[in-house]
T-cell receptor
Framework: EAQVTQNPRYLITVTGKKLTVTCSQNMNHEYMSWYRQDPGLGLRQIYYSMNVEVTDKGDVPEGYKVSRKEKRNFPLILESPSPNQTSLYFC??????????????FGAGSRLTVL | GDSVTQMEGPVTLSEEAFLTINCTYTATGYPSLFWYVQYPGEGLQLLLKATKADDKGSNKGFEATYRKETTSFHLEKGSVQVSDSAVYFCALNPTGANSKLTFGKGITLSVRP
């Protein structure tokens, strides 16, 4: 089944304790992206990657890191989490090219709470 | 910059009622337009899309028409069901910007039996 898999789905952590949210897709997509969803703000892009070893900042990159060493994986790293990073995080992927109407496939989400 | 504006929510309807969710956008050129839906506890999934002016996207009884003259992409359904209860997001992909979606804030729809 074609899918984007995120782990963990739920995590409660404390301020300053480094954590990684993994994302893996099995569709051979070039493009991968991380979003955070907050009430009243909708979805905001954190980082994206157009292909292996190619990453770039989205709209809200502060406090996050990413890497793209393999095509299928795009982990999100919080080096020193803070309470304002409490949010629902989504990973998404798609093919690149075409008319700009490429459809994103989303993971099920990772709910992170930072105390 | 590019932006998407959705009507304020939440929206509560009775089953079989008519649904309209407004969406307007600001973008240069000819963006592609999307509606994504998020069911409780799940990720977003594509509901429908349109890639050029006057295109109509449709799926599961939902429809939206790309109106360049009014920069709108309103979502409609003639008869909603309880199973349509979800959060709906309008989004655009600017011209030539592969896969980079700009989302509206989303609107929660609740349908009562």
């Amino acid at each position: 089944e074609a899918q984007v898999t995120q782990n963990p789905r739920y995590l409660i952590t404390v301020t300053g304790k480094k954590l990684t949210v993994t994302c893996s897709q099995n569709m051979n997509h070039e493009y991968m992206s991380w979003y955070r969803q907050d009430p009243g703000l909708g979805l905001r892009q954190i980082y994206y990657s157009m292909n292996v070893e190619v990453t770039d900042k989205g709209d809200v990159p502060e406090g996050y890191k990413v890497s793209r060493k393999e095509k299928r994986n795009f982990p999100l790293i919080l080096e020193s989490p803070s309470p304002n990073q409490t949010s629902l995080y989504f990973c998404a992927s798609s093919f690149v090219g075409g008319s700009g109407a490429n459809v994103l496939t989303f993971g099920a989400g990772s709910r992170l709470t930072v105390l | 910059g590019d932006s998407v504006t959705q009507m304020e929510g939440p929206v509560t309807l009775s089953e079989e009622a008519f649904l309209t969710i407004n969406c307007t956008y600001t973008a240069t050129g000819y963006p592609s337009l999307f509606w994504y839906v998020q069911y409780p506890g799940e990720g977003l999934q594509l509901l429908l899309k349109a890639t050029k002016a006057d295109d109509k996207g449709s799926n599961k009884g939902f429809e939206a028409t790309y109106r360049k003259e009014t920069t709108s992409f309103h979502l409609e359904k003639g008869s909603v069901q309880v199973s349509d209860s979800a959060v709906y997001f309008c989004a655009l992909n600017p011209t030539g910007a592969n896969s980079k979606l700009t989302f509206g804030k989303g609107i929660t729809l609740s349908v009562r039996p």
